[in-house]
């Protein structure tokens, strides 16, 4: 039986990522997901993966879950898809070579971008099978993916992505998003359990941290900064008058 989450994430699964019948002259698909109102992603797309990797109706050769919401660089980010897809100890000698170069040379590790060798031996992997690239961005900026090496062009394939993820919650993130063939988001009306979203969430936070205690520093932070807020507005509005 599913809970609310899982029941999100599968009727996500199955209105906007079944494979088997798309348009046969559709190209791949960039879809943007924006949870409720920037929280509960996290959650959310962990179980799309999961069930997309059991679901053989779905019709993906391969499922790829990145969480790179704590952002470091393009490169780490490539890095990552680069595990998920066991490449093995020589694609990560390639990565740990850049970073010795970029290392003598003195190039910021933020400023460090994807490599071009490995980008090619991401796309040998993937290029013959359908994909569904999940990613959680902790950068600024959209990603094009097709430099990573993921065939993101081809119709069988899709890549559904956020900016949000561990309580990435600023309103103004989603209007950086350009280039999505579709954004999703949840309806606040169609949310009954907030405290299990939540709780959910906060599991993806930390697997050192239990989620109840996240999830009470999480309710915490908000409520002051809700707070201070209001006093700031009330603050301004007396000024005014």
């Known amino acids: 039986m599913f809970d609310g989450v899982t029941r999100t994430a599968d009727q996500i699964l199955e209105k906007y990522l079944s494979n088997s019948d798309r348009p046969y002259n559709q190209c791949g698909q960039s879809i943007y997901f924006d949870g409720w109102k920037g929280f509960g992603t996290s959650a959310i797309l962990a179980d799309i993966a999961e069930l997309a990797r059991r679901k053989k109706s779905m019709d993906y050769e391969i499922v790829l879950h990145v969480d790179c919401s704590v952002w470091e660089s393009r490169r780490t980010l490539q890095r990552m898809i680069a595990k998920e897809l066991n490449l093995g100890g020589s694609t990560m000698a390639l990565f740990d070579k ?19 060798e490995v980008a090619k031996l991401i796309f040998q992997a993937v290029k013959d099978r359908s994909c569904l690239l999940i990613v959680l961005t902790g950068s600024d900026d959209e990603i094009d993916f097709l430099r990573f090496g993921v065939p993101v062009l081809e119709r069988r394939n899709t890549v559904l992505w956020t900016f949000r993820g561990r309580f990435r919650l600023e309103p103004a993130i989603k209007d950086k998003v350009k280039n ?12 009954s359990d907030r405290n299990e979203l939540l709780h959910r969430e906060a599991a993806q936070v930390s697997r050192k941290i239990s989620p109840a205690r996240i999830a009470e520093c999480w309710l915490y932070l908000s409520l002051m900064y809700y707070n201070h807020s209001n006093f700031i507005s009330h603050d301004i509005d007396a000024v005014g008058s």
């Open 180 to 191: 999505a063939d579709l954004f999703l988001s949840i309806d606040q009306e169609g949310w």
């Open 98 to 116: 850049q970073d010795e170069d970029d290392d003598f040379s003195g190039i910021e590790k933020s400023s460090r971008a994807e490599i071009d």
